[in-house]
C-alpha cells in the first residue's frame, strides 16, 4: 500500500461495518464548468454575506438565515443551485473511484447529486433516501442507500441550512437521527471531506451525541495535509486523523484516490483468498505475496484467470431460477471441466457487493442469465466487461437482453427445450477458452502487452493439454492414481503425457520451457519479453495442431 491505512478501519470495510459521512469538501473534487468553482460551506457563506451585506464572521447558518429573512426562502435555495452549478457540475475521478467501494449506506449533507451521478456512471444500482418517508424501506443487499441528511436540490423543502433548520432538526427529523445513531452503535464512522468547524459535521456529532452519548464510537476522518494542532483536536474530539499527504506530483486529488485504491486492493485480496480457501479444487495455488501484487498489475484480471477453472453464474435469485441453474448452466461448465459457483455459494460474513466482484475477478468464465433484465444482475455484468471477462449471456428471448449487451455472445433458452440449450452453451463456452483466448493473445501481442498475451495462450494451451489427456485417460489411469484430470496442473498434464510418449521427445524442451515460462509470469509476476510471448503463441498452435486437430475448439 502507497500509506499506512489503520488495519481496524479496514477490517471494518471489509466486514460491511463501515458508515461513510460525505462532506462539502468531497464535491470539491467534481468536473466543474471552466473558470468557476465549487464552493464548500465557507465559499457559501462569503457570497450570501456579500449579496446581503452580512457581517461574513458570523456562523454560516446564521449568515444564511439573515440571508433568507431579507431575500426570502425561494431566493436562497436558488442562490445555492447558482452557486453549485447543479445542473452543470459532473463527478470526477476521484468521486467514481470511491464509488467502486462497497458500502451499504453512505451518509451525506451535501446539496448536489454528485454521488448518485457517479453510482449512474459506473452503473451500480443504488437509491436516493430523503426526508423521514423513505427510510424504512430496504433496497436489498446489492443496493447502495444514499442518506441525503439535509435534502438535497430536488427536495428543497427538506434542505437543511439555515439556523433554524438546524435548531429543529432533532424534532423535525427523528427517524433519520434515531436511524442514523442505531447505525453507529455497530459502525465505524469514516467522515470525508469535512472540517472541524464545518456546521454539517458539527451537527453530525450533535445528533449522534444526543442519542449514544458516551457510547459514541471512535470514528475516523481523512484530512488532507492537517497540522499538528489539528490532529491534536481530531483525537480529542473522538475522531482518529487519516492524514493524507501532498506534494508537487501528487495532488489532492491523487492522494484520495490512492486512498482508495488502497482499500480495495486490501478487500479484494482478502476475499480473492478466502473464495481461493473455500474452493481450493477451482484453483492453481499461488502465494499470498503473489495473490496481492496480482492485484496491482494493469492485466490483473486475465493474470489471476490464469489460475482459475472458476465459472462465476450471475442470475437472480429465485426459485424459477433454480432449473435453470441445475439443469442448464451448472451441466455445461462441467462438461467443460470448470467449476461453477454462484453467490450463494461464496456468501460469508461481510459486503456481499466486494464478494460477487472479487469471484467475478477470479473466474476465467462468466454466464449470465439476464431473462427479467435484473438491475444487480446488469450491474455485475458491467463489472465483468469492466475486467475483461469473457461473458455469456443467457436469456429466454432476444427482446430480453439489453441493447447494448447484444454484441456479447448469447444463448437463447426455453425452459422445455434444455437439453438443446445446454448442447449451444457447451460450444460457446469452448470457443471462448479456445480459439477464442488465442485471438485475444494475437491481439495483445500486436498491441505490445507480452505478458497478457503469455496469460490467454496459457489458458488456450491448459485446456488443450486437459484434452489431451481426456483423449488418453484410459493410457494416464495408472499414472492418475484416482485423480480426476482437472485438478492436474499444466505441468502435471504435461509430464504424464511426456511420460507415455503423447508428446514426442523432440517436442518436450520447448513445451517445458514454455511452462516455465507461464508460471514465471503467473506465479512471480516476471515481465516476458514480446519475443517470448510470440513463441508461446507459436508453440502452443503447433501443439493443438500436432496433437489435437485443427479443428480443437478448447474443451
Not at 447505525?183 to 442519542?211: A, C, W
Not at 464478494?355 to 468464465?365: E, L, R, T, Y
Not at 449471456?393 to 447484444?406: G, N, T, W
Not at 501481442?445 to 484410459?474: D, K, W
Request: charged fraction near 25%; hydrophobic fraction near 40%.
Amino acid at each position: 500500500m502507497h500509506m499506512k491505512i489503520p488495519k481496524p478501519l479496514l477490517d471494518d470495510i471489509k466486514l460491511g461495518k463501515c458508515l461513510p459521512f460525505i462532506g462539502a469538501g468531497f464535491s470539491l473534487n467534481c468536473r466543474a464548468p471552466a473558470g468557476s468553482k465549487m464552493p464548500d460551506w465557507s465559499g457559501l457563506a462569503e457570497m450570501w454575506a456579500n449579496e446581503a451585506d452580512i457581517n461574513p464572521k458570523l456562523a454560516p447558518p446564521k449568515i444564511a438565515s439573515l440571508y433568507e429573512r431579507r431575500f426570502g426562502r425561494v431566493q436562497l435555495i436558488e442562490s445555492i443551485r447558482r452557486a453549485l452549478n447543479a445542473d452543470e457540475i459532473e463527478p470526477g475521478d476521484v468521486l467514481r473511484n470511491f464509488a467502486t467501494l462497497s458500502f451499504e449506506t453512505i451518509y451525506t449533507t451535501n446539496f448536489d447529486l454528485l454521488l448518485e451521478a457517479a453510482y449512474q456512471e459506473i452503473k451500480k444500482p443504488f437509491r436516493s433516501l430523503v426526508g423521514e418517508r423513505q427510510m424504512p424501506f430496504h433496497g436489498g443487499p446489492l443496493t447502495t442507500s444514499i442518506v441525503k441528511m439535509h435534502g438535497d436540490l430536488r427536495h428543497e423543502e427538506y434542505i437543511i441550512v439555515t439556523e433554524e433548520d438546524f435548531n429543529r432538526y432533532l424534532k423535525d427529523y427523528p427517524v433519520v437521527a434515531t436511524h442514523l445513531s442505531a447505525m453507529l452503535i455497530t459502525r465505524t464512522g469514516l467522515f470525508l471531506g469535512y472540517s472541524l468547524s464545518d456546521p454539517n459535521f458539527q451537527h453530525i456529532k450533535e445528533v449522534v451525541r444526543s442519542r449514544l452519548g458516551k457510547f459514541e464510537r471512535m470514528a475516523y476522518i481523512v484530512q488532507l495535509d492537517a497540522s499538528t494542532s489539528d490532529t491534536e483536536k481530531m483525537l480529542q474530539l473522538n475522531l482518529h486523523p487519516i492524514n493524507l499527504k501532498t506534494s508537487e506530483k501528487k495532488s489532492r486529488a491523487d492522494a484520495l484516490i490512492e486512498f482508495f485504491q488502497d482499500i480495495q486492493i486490501y478487500t479484494e485480496t482478502h476475499e480473492a483468498t478466502r473464495i481461493r480457501e473455500l474452493r481450493p479444487e477451482a484453483f492453481e495455488p499461488l502465494g499470498k505475496d503473489t495473490l496481492l501484487k496480482s492485484f496491482k498489475v494493469e492485466d490483473s484480471a486475465s493474470l489471476l484467470a490464469s489460475s482459475s477453472s472458476l465459472c462465476f453464474v450471475i442470475m437472480p435469485f429465485s426459485p424459477k431460477y433454480e432449473l435453470v441453474y441445475h439443469q442448464l448452466i451448472k451441466p455445461a461448465g462441467e462438461t467443460s471441466s470448470l467449476k461453477v459457483l454462484r453467490a450463494d455459494d461464496i456468501y460469508s460474513p461481510g459486503v456481499i457487493t466486494e464478494q460477487i466482484k472479487a469471484a467475478i475477478h477470479q473466474s476465467i468464465i462468466c454466464i449470465a442469465d439476464v431473462t427479467g433484465i435484473n438491475p444487480n444482475v446488469l450491474y455485475e455484468v458491467g463489472i465483468a466487461h469492466t475486467l475483461g471477462k469473457p461473458t455469456i449471456l443467457l436469456a429466454q428471448s432476444v427482446e430480453q437482453i439489453p441493447f447494448d449487451l447484444r454484441a456479447l455472445r448469447v444463448v437463447i433458452y426455453d425452459t422445455e427445450n434444455i437439453r438443446g440449450a445446454r448442447e449451444n452453451l457447451v460450444s460457446t463456452i469452448r470457443e471462448i477458452l479456445g480459439k477464442g483466448r488465442l485471438v485475444e493473445a494475437e491481439t495483445l501481442l500486436q498491441q505490445g502487452n507480452a505478458r497478457a498475451a503469455i496469460v490467454e495462450t496459457s489458458i488456450y494451451f491448459e485446456h488443450a493439454l486437459r484434452e489431451l489427456v481426456y483423449r488418453n485417460e484410459a493410457r494416464i489411469a495408472n499414472l492418475l492414481r484416482e485423480r480426476r484430470p482437472e485438478r492436474l496442473s499444466m505441468g502435471q498434464m504435461f509430464d504424464h503425457l511426456s511420460k507415455l510418449g503423447v508428446v514426442s521427445k523432440s517436442d518436450v524442451p520447448k513445451i517445458r520451457e514454455c511452462i516455465n515460462l507461464r508460471n514465471k509470469t503467473v506465479h512471480e509476476l516476471a515481465e516476458p519479453k514480446i519475443l517470448d510471448a510470440k513463441l508461446f503463441i507459436e508453440v502452443a498452435s503447433e501443439f493443438v495442431e500436432k496433437y489435437l486437430g485443427k479443428d480443437f475448439n478448447g474443451k
